[in-house]
């Protein structure tokens, strides 16, 4: 998050860390099910669709937290040193992970890094980097990308749970069958979109531009550091105007005020995206159709 956020942010986060409080302990593994510790909303609901019935699966990073500003407390290494199977994005999604797997020092533990084999994109931004490291950490919101963490979380899966290998790998047939013909349906509707200008709440959606043959603007990045954000966020606004930008996206943890003040400025309209960052009740596919709903809405 950049320094305008970050400190609204940073208020919010101790607003609710006082009021969360003792309310971060998750309920004990369901008996039977293998108990699987995921960091945030994402692979929480990629584990969701490979383990189903099979897992029980408690999220580190709780409701209301940005992951990329999150930090474990004793009680979340006490959740992540009882799990059978730990999934986390990596990519500099979780700068807590490592020393947090230390620190909780589980035995026998599955740890699976879900962006392990995707193509990443470099950042070339230098707040950015600094931010997340080289790479754009937002791996799972390109459905190609997405379908690979699927298959990481399947393998991990499988060597926790080898009896329970069949309804993996079907899970994952019915899950990456599912992702491809979604792929295949919005590559032909965008292709035929006469924009493809995405603005998006913060800079989330790298992979799925990618993937899409989309350029990515985000809200957040004309609040950078080090130059007057009048000016940068000036110039989003010609960027909108001249492209004719029909939607400005905003997120769920977002302020919703300054996407709609923007979009007021440039002519367009204010939407949210979910970037499946904080754990939610819909699934990961449904999630996705939403969003490309509403972006192939933008874009046409
Ligand atoms: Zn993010």
């Known amino acids: 998050m950049k320094s305008y956020f970050k400190k609204e942010m940073a208020l919010l986060l101790t607003l609710l860390a006082l009021t969360a409080g003792c309310g971060r302990e998750a309920p004990p593994a369901e008996e039977g099910k293998i108990p699987v510790a995921a960091s945030f909303g994402a692979m929480e609901k990629l584990t969701e669709a490979i383990g189903g019935d099979a897992v029980s699966i408690s999220v ?90 699927a298959r990481a979380i399947r393998d991990g899966l499988i060597a926790a749970s080898p009896e329970n290998r069949d309804r993996f790998m079907k899970n994952y047939d019915t899950f990456a069958k599912s992702i491809d013909s979604l792929q295949q349906e919005y590559r032909e509707k965008l292709a035929k979109a006469p924009r493809k200008e995405l603005v998006t709440g913060h800079a989330a959606f790298g992979y799925l531009a990618r993937d899409f043959s989309l350029t990515q603007e985000s809200v957040e990045d004309a609040f950078a550091t080090g130059e007057p954000p009048a000016r940068k966020l000036v110039e989003l606004i010609r960027f909108c105007r001249a492209h004719h930008v029909k939607t400005i996206f905003t ?50």
């Open 251 to 300: 997120e769920e943890m977002m302020d919703p005020a300054l996407a709609r003040t923007l979009a007021s400025e440039a002519g367009a309209s204010a939407e949210t995206l979910s970037t499946l960052e904080e754990p939610g009740s819909e699934g990961y596919l449904d999630t996705m159709r939403d969003n490309l709903e509403k972006i192939d809405k933008a874009l046409n």
């Open 60 to 149: 580190m990073v709780p409701e209301g937290i940005e992951p990329h500003d999150f930090e474990p407390r004793a009680g979340d290494l006490i959740r992540l040193k009882q799990a059978r199977v730990f999934v986390y994005n990596g990519m500099g999604m979780e700068h807590w992970a490592e020393k947090a797997l230390q620190s909780a020092g589980a035995e026998n533990q599955v740890v699976v890094k879900a962006s392990e084999k995707v193509a990443p994109i470099p950042l070339e931004d230098e707040e950015e980097r600094e931010e997340h490291g080289d790479y754009d950490p937002h791996t799972w919101l390109g459905l190609s990308e997405a379908k690979e963490e």
